[in-house]
């Protein structure tokens, strides 16, 4: 469901016809005098793919556990589908957890371990072995089916408690850190077959991490969690390109922030002027702030062009020095020194191999960029 291709018609929370499936109705845990959880309300739609987004601390892995019924909320209500589950116990919720630990049986092998679940049920032989071959080959790990999980790859013990969790077919699936075992490559894999698992089966899936990229990359939507807090909701591309927060541009990615005062207000454009540089940032939308307000110009690395010749506009354009280049292979990252000693960071594509005309260090630079490519952030 995460996929470019599905956010344009998959967007149920567009729709004031459509329920939540999960609705978090101002929830709060605290430990002691400690609050993990501060009056959060969230709600989740069916068959999405959600993602809780934090630093370690933030409250998201208590939340998920008081979706599972692992944790008491001090107040307010958690519903699924419609149901309270303020008595439900979890064994008796719609609701599965994979943890991030994977918590796989050593002297079972994966069959043995993929149908654990079912067992407990007491389900026929026939059905449990038909269950755990269609689970199986989804995961794609029919062929190691009679391995111990100290036989398999991270990737593979990973696909093993994923087909454990879904097996016995929650309309819920709950998952801190699935990932964070896997190394950097294969976590990259493994992220869209957890995509293309969650479109085929139809379940909802909520998601705890700390990776930012793991969250663009899986969620239909994100929810990023600031100290017990929603600091804001919204798709991969709202929070990364209009974020509502000095907080979530940090956040999410690499952001240059500028910080200015509003000289013009109009409908259509504001002016910004910097307090520490000699230069006006022109933005081409009108901004909820009153005149002469402290406000922050955001703008991403990959928005600010780099030229060693000055591209001739009055604003939005800064000069500095290349101090520091990173090769990154698919592109460098700059750092330029401006006058006053703070540091911009530029990122820009390698198109050509080997190319001779690239900027290096200690050139003195043009830093310029568009009108559309500031977010002007007032807290």
């Known amino acids: 469901m995460a996929s470019s291709t599905t956010f344009s018609t998959f967007e149920p929370w567009k729709d004031p016809a459509e329920k939540p499936y999960v609705c978090i109705d101002r929830v709060t845990k ?28 933030c409250g998201k892995s208590t939340l998920l556990r008081m979706l599972a019924g692992f944790e008491e909320a001090s107040s307010g209500r958690i519903l699924i589908d419609g149901m309270d589950m303020a008595e439900i116990p979890p064994y008796e919720r719609p609701v599965n957890m994979m943890f991030q630990s994977y918590a796989l049986f050593p002297h079972m092998n994966v069959s043995q371990n993929v149908s654990f679940g079912l067992k407990q049920e007491k389900l026929t032989g026939q059905v449990i072995k038909t269950r755990v071959e269609e689970m199986l080959e989804l995961v794609k790990l029919t062929q190691f089916a009679k391995r111990k999980p100290h036989q398999l790859s991270g ?33 990259e894999h493994t992220q869209f077959e957890l995509m293309n698992i969650q479109e085929q089966l139809g379940v909802t899936f909520i998601v705890v991490t700390h990776d930012q990229q793991e969250a663009m990359t899986l969620a239909t939507r994100i929810g990023v969690m600031e100290e017990g807090y929603i600091a804001q909701v919204g798709t991969p591309t709202e929070i990364y390109e209009f974020p509502g927060s000095r907080f979530v541009a940090d956040f999410i990615g690499s952001v240059n922030s500028f910080e200015g005062r509003i000289t013009v207000d109009e409908p259509d454009h504001v002016i910004i002027r910097m307090l520490d540089q000699d230069v006006d940032i022109f933005v081409d939308h009108g901004v909820s702030a009153s005149p002469n307000a402290r406000v922050w110009a955001a703008i991403r690395p990959e928005k600010i062009h780099i030229s060693r010749t000055d591209p001739g506009q009055a604003r939005n354009v800064i000069r500095g020095k290349v ?7 698919d592109f460098s990252i700059y750092l330029v020194e401006l006058a006053g000693g703070r540091t911009v960071r530029v990122t820009q594509p390698n198109l050509r191999r080997g190319d001779p005309e690239r900027i290096t260090w200690d050139e003195q630079v043009f830093l310029h960029w568009l009108p559309s490519s500031i977010v002007v952030l007032t807290e």
């Open 30 to 57: 605290k430990f002691g005098d400690f609050v993990a959880v501060n009056d959060i309300s969230l709600d989740i739609y069916r068959k999405e793919l959600f993602c809780l987004l934090g630093a370690s601390g």
């Open 155 to 187: 990737g593979q013990r990973q696909r093993v408690a994923l087909a454990r969790s879904l097996i016995k077919r929650p309309k819920l699936l709950l998952l801190d850190e699935p990932l964070a075992a896997l190394d950097k490559k294969l976590r």
């Open 323 to 329: 101090k520091e280049i990173a090769y990154m292979g």
